[in-house]
């Protein structure tokens, strides 16, 4: 059996060797892409109409970041709120469930400076 602790907080503490490779799939299957991670990065900032979404997240196309935000909202990542005002507005807000990547994004920005360190230091010849 796993061993994965949920501490006072409901904070989950695991080790890799703890880590059960379907639940690993399942988080890679709705986080998978090039623009999911960075779009919810931007919405970590609060709520985002479309276009400053876009402005966000430089290169996604409006067709791809549509296709993506509505899979987030599938997931319960996040949520699309629809102001009555003309013409309608329209707010992209993280949930609570997608809040809870937090601590995710933030450790894997911590590895993305290591490893920007490891292989470009590398390769400017410096040593370890």
């Given at each position: 059996m796993n061993d994965i602790n949920f501490n006072s907080h409901h904070e989950i503490t695991a080790?890799?060797?703890d880590c059960n490779a379907?639940?690993?799939?399942d988080a890679l299957d709705v986080l998978s892409g090039k623009w999911k991670l960075q779009i919810m990065l931007a919405l970590s900032k609060g709520a985002s109409r479309f276009k400053q979404v876009a402005k966000e997240v430089p290169g996604i196309t409006d067709k791809m970041l549509s296709e993506e935000l509505k899979d987030l909202e599938l997931n319960q990542l996040v949520k699309r709120e629809v102001h009555a005002t003309f013409p309608p507005t329209v707010e992209y807000t993280l949930t609570n469930h997608g809040k809870t990547l937090d601590r995710v994004i933030a450790e894997l920005s911590v590895w993305g400076i290591a490893h920007r360190n490891q292989i470009f230091g590398k390769q400017s010849g410096k040593q370890e």
């Open positions: 080790s890799c060797g379907i639940t690993v799939r």
